[in-house]
């Protein structure tokens, strides 16, 4: 496409000048690799943008969108139903950790998380707390782009550019290279340390006036940041302690990016609610779901009087071609093994570590880190130009057919679960070649 027929697209979250002078489009998509509009196939070690979890192209899923397109198109959302919501509600609540039964339909992880925050909110009113306003989240968290999330998000260009207008305060990140460089799996040191640093916001804050802590159990955009090890547990004693709600962005680590369903279930703590999208529908259909605990519920809607209970809803909640995409994805994940596949201790994840541990010692890495199918390279700062070396190691990949993000000075990896050891010999392959030319 020239640069006139560029021209109208405003694009998110993309340098829009670069992109134009040097587009790179995709124009199919299938199992692990993306095909360019240059027929060149490229390796997805992204899954899109940490979505495609079951891989591209599944006609299982095409199929089920197509079928519902044609059966009912649309369904309207407030006062009326149609029935594979509460199908696909059942199903998502049987997969939940705990208690965690309700379902609440969104179209994005954002709309998720402004979801969740304002179930806290009327969770405390309804029990007569409506002081607590106060919402907790973590420095480097990725809480999506409404002004709840960014509040919430500890992402300083997202404050910087659109200030933070819900009550707030934020834990420390838990990265820590000097205690914990080139960790496998759950960094060893500093979990518990880190989590009491919630007891001084509390002090600072009181617990009579905050509703909720929220946090990705492992960090994405910020870096893929898995929580040091007793880190999640003594964030959920702490709540429990003070009559705080626990929220869980699980938008990247649910369905199956941990190793279980829930990242919640893979560190055996159950939060009060959790956000999702993404791999909910193997990104084929724009869908997030929240669920929340059954005393959630119980307090905000069993609690009310006749009439709406919880003033919120998207004209696209459960949509019906979004469930039917959705129902589609959790055949094929329970079909195919894909919650497990990935598991810490599997072969398939061993062999992802060692192939990434490998890359210790190439010029410019200062960190390696990885938890089942996550991964983060990272990278020393160029001079002068922090920030800027997971776009060149991003770009170099790119040319030699692979997909990676870019956070900063780091390179992510959140393959398929599909992947096989083959693919991961090919990545490790270019990450390598990548690294050698661009930082030598
Ligand atoms: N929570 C978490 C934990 C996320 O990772 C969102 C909420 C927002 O989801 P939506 O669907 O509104 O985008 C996300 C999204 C990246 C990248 O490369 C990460 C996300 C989205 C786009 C790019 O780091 N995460």
Redesign the pocket.
């Known amino acids: 496409m020239n640069t006139t027929e560029l021209a109208a697209h405003w694009m998110p979250?993309t340098p829009n000048k670069a992109f134009k002078a040097n587009p790179r489009m995709l124009v199919g998509a299938q199992g692990m690799y993306w095909t360019t509009d240059e027929q060149r196939q490229v390796l997805d070690m992204t899954a899109g943008?940490?979505c495609c979890n079951a891989g591209h192209g599944h006609p299982h899923i095409a199929e089920a969108i197509a079928r519902q397109a044609q059966t009912l198109d649309y369904a309207p959302c407030f006062g009326f139903g149609h029935p594979l919501s509460f199908e696909l509600s059942e199903r998502l609540a049987q997969l939940a950790p705990g208690n965690l039964n309700k379902v609440f339909y969104t179209n994005?992880?954002?709309?998720?998380?402004e979801t969740a925050l304002k179930m806290a909110l009327a969770y405390h009113q309804a029990q007569g707390n409506g002081g607590k306003q106060i919402f907790i989240g973590r420095e480097r968290g990725?809480?999506?782009?409404n002004f709840g999330?960014i509040s919430v998000g500890g992402l300083t260009n997202n404050h910087k550019a659109f200030g933070q207008w819900i009550p707030n305060d934020h834990l420390s990140h838990t990265q820590d290279l000097e205690l914990n460089a080139f960790s496998r799996g759950l960094p060893l040191y500093g979990g518990e340390e880190k989590a009491n640093e919630l007891e001084k916001l509390i002090k600072r804050h009181d617990a009579s006036r905050i509703a909720a802590v929220i946090i990705?159990p492992i960090s994405?955009?910020g870096g893929v940041l898995p929580p040091p090890i007793g880190y999640l547990k003594r964030i959920r004693e702490i709540c429990d302690r003070h009559g705080i709600l626990l929220i869980f962005?699980e938008?990247?680590c649910g369905f199956g990016r941990t190793g279980n369903v829930f990242a919640s279930q893979t560190f055996d703590v159950i939060p009060d609610i959790i956000?999702t999208?993404?791999g909910l529908t193997n990104g084929a259909a724009p869908m997030?779901a929240v669920l929340a605990g059954d005393h959630i519920y119980e307090a905000v809607v069993e609690g009310a009087g006749a009439g709406v209970e919880l003033f919120h809803g998207y004209t696209y909640s459960a949509h019906p071609l979004a469930c039917a995409a959705a129902m589609a994805t959790l055949d094929i994940y329970e079909q195919e093994g894909l919650y497990h596949r990935g598991a810490e201790k599997g072969e398939l994840a061993r062999y992802f570590e060692q192939g990434l541990h490998s890359l210790k010692g190439l010029p410019g890495v200062v960190d390696i880190r990885n938890y089942s199918l996550l991964a983060a390279v990272e990278f020393e700062p160029l001079n002068g130009k922090p920030g800027a070396t997971g776009g060149l190691i991003q770009t170099a990949a790119w040319e030699q057919g692979m997909m990676l993000?870019s956070?900063g000075d780091a390179i992510a990896m959140s393959p398929p679960l599909i992947i096989e050891k083959s693919h991961i010999d090919d990545a490790i392959g270019i990450l390598e070649l990548s690294i050698r030319q661009q930082l030598s």
């Open positions: 979250f943008l940490w994005s992880g954002s709309e998720s998380v990725y809480h999506g782009v999330g990705e994405g955009a962005d938008v990247i956000t999208a993404k997030g993000r956070l």
